[in-house]
């Protein structure tokens, strides 16, 4: 009984955490649309300290690019990078903090990686939420 009841409160502060994750950052798609941003893709994992998430993602030509993220209190330093499909590094955030942002323009419709990157953790956090949103104008 203590063991279901253990397992259930760590499945649920975890999915309340994911959803703070979620929400901070559906507050900041919101906001954008106001300034013309439409939203092309948003997602939300989990990041051990030390550890990436990868996401391939096509962006075209014409268009310009916003990576928003937002990391709860357990990151010191969440980064973004986006990578080309060739693995050079075509741009990072240059932020210590826990909800870095990158714009981008390409100059031709490719393939390309963007890179969430738990450089940093709080004390005794060895693992965080995060929310990632690529957003286009």
């Not at 997602?43 to 996401?55: E, F, I, K, P």
């Not at 714009?103 to 738990?118: G, N, Q």
Request: include cysteine; hydrophobic fraction near 40%; aromatic fraction near 12%.
């Amino acid at each position: 009984m203590f063991a279901l009841a253990a397992t259930l409160f760590v499945l649920t502060h975890s999915a309340f955490a994911e959803n703070d994750a979620e929400t901070c950052l559906r507050t900041k798609v919101w906001d954008g649309y106001a300034d013309g941003w439409g939203i092309r893709t948003m997602t939300s994992t989990a990041l051990d300290a030390g550890r990436t998430r990868n996401y391939l993602v096509t962006l075209y030509k014409g268009n310009e690019y916003q990576v928003n993220t937002c990391g709860l209190d357990a990151f010191k330093n969440l980064d973004v990078l986006l990578y080309d499909s060739a693995g050079t590094l075509i741009q990072r955030d240059t932020t210590t903090d826990r909800e870095p942002k990158i714009t981008f323009k390409p100059e031709k419709t490719a393939s390309y990686y963007i890179v969430l990157y738990a450089r940093e953790m709080a004390s005794n956090k060895p693992r965080g939420d995060v929310a990632m949103a690529v957003v286009y104008r």
